[in-house]
């Protein structure tokens, strides 16, 4: 009892009595589910890479005992997914690198691809943010200066085939007064092309720099929580049309859909004479976005 009381020291502000009643919830569960939590303490404890978190940021001993990632996960999912998560980039990653990426000593994550737009450093960056913890393991974060544009929560577990895959487990916009005009901007900024396609596109990229052969996102059906519903029952964010436009198809699973590794682009041909320029100035810069993103990746690979 006393090692899951200073695990939740750690991850809440006990000055918030909000946050006193998380941490007496996560005391419960966690003795509850005592053989899983120590198993994943231990799990923790016998990877080098691993013991700063848990000395540090331990979220992953708690995201087990809520009802995170998606509708219906098991308290054995949730073990099992975060086991999986990690061991996958401990494997695969350079250990200092992947701390960057992780939730220690307040590191800001691993830049994958940078620019710059009005005046301010654009950058996509790897981060693991403890506000995020709901929806995933992992963020990519596209960032203006200091402010948060985009960001795509997800985590890499096996598939029901065994193989290593990138599960998505939300997508979230801008949250400032003047979001739309900025996702405008920056829509034109980057010749058409929508901030939440790019987001799903740098994703992607390092899915295939990292040898992952499936990519499957969370559905409205899927989502763990129903804060995407309005109370009049009608969507706010529809996850399942974006899908859809990116590629996405059905699996037997309702709340998840399968999306491609790469996107389909249309041919010159395809593309009316008057918008040909605009195309071509996007791929260009996807191109480069590609090949920025698989060299960063590449940097960081064991």
Not at 39 to 57: R, V, W
Not at 102 to 117: A, H, K, P, T
Request: aromatic share 12%; charged share 30%.
């Amino acid at each position: 009892m006393s090692g899951y009381i200073d695990i939740g020291k750690k991850i809440y502000n006990l000055d918030n009595p909000r946050e006193v009643r998380r941490m007496a919830a996560f005391v419960l569960m966690a003795k509850l589910h005592s053989k899983r939590i120590n198993e994943l303490i231990e799990f923790f404890n016998s990877k080098p890479q691993l013991k700063p978190i848990l000395e540090g940021l331990p979220f992953p001993i708690e995201q087990p005992t809520r009802a995170f990632f998606y509708k219906g996960s098991t308290f054995f999912e949730r073990c099992r997914l975060i086991r999986e998560h990690y061991d996958f980039l401990t494997e695969k990653i350079q250990d200092d690198a992947f701390l960057d990426m992780s939730l220690y000593d307040n590191r800001r994550g691993y830049v994958i691809w940078e620019s710059e737009f009005e005046e301010q450093p654009l950058r996509a960056v790897l981060i693991t943010e403890s506000g995020q913890r709901k929806e995933g393991c992992l963020s990519i974060e596209l960032n203006l200066g200091k402010q948060h544009l985009y960001q795509i929560m997800f985590w890499i577990a096996k598939d029901k085939e065994g193989n290593d895959a990138i599960w998505i487990g939300a997508l979230q916009g801008p949250n400032m007064e003047d979001a739309k005009e900025l996702v405008k901007r920056m829509t034109k900024f980057c010749h058409g092309y929508r901030t939440k396609n790019l987001i799903l596109y740098m994703l992607q990229a390092v899915a295939r720099a990292l040898d992952i052969s499936r990519i499957y996102a969370v559905t409205n059906e899927g989502y763990y929580a129903n804060n995407h519903i309005r109370l009049d029952r009608k969507l706010k964010t529809s996850f399942s049309d974006f899908w859809v436009e990116a590629g996405g198809e059905p699996t037997d699973d309702s709340r998840f859909y399968s999306l491609p590794l790469v996107e389909t682009r249309k041919t010159m041909e395809e593309v009316p004479t008057r918008k040909r320029a605009v195309y071509r100035k996007r791929f260009a810069l996807l191109d480069e976005i590609d090949a920025a993103v698989q060299e960063k990746m590449e940097r960081v690979l064991k």
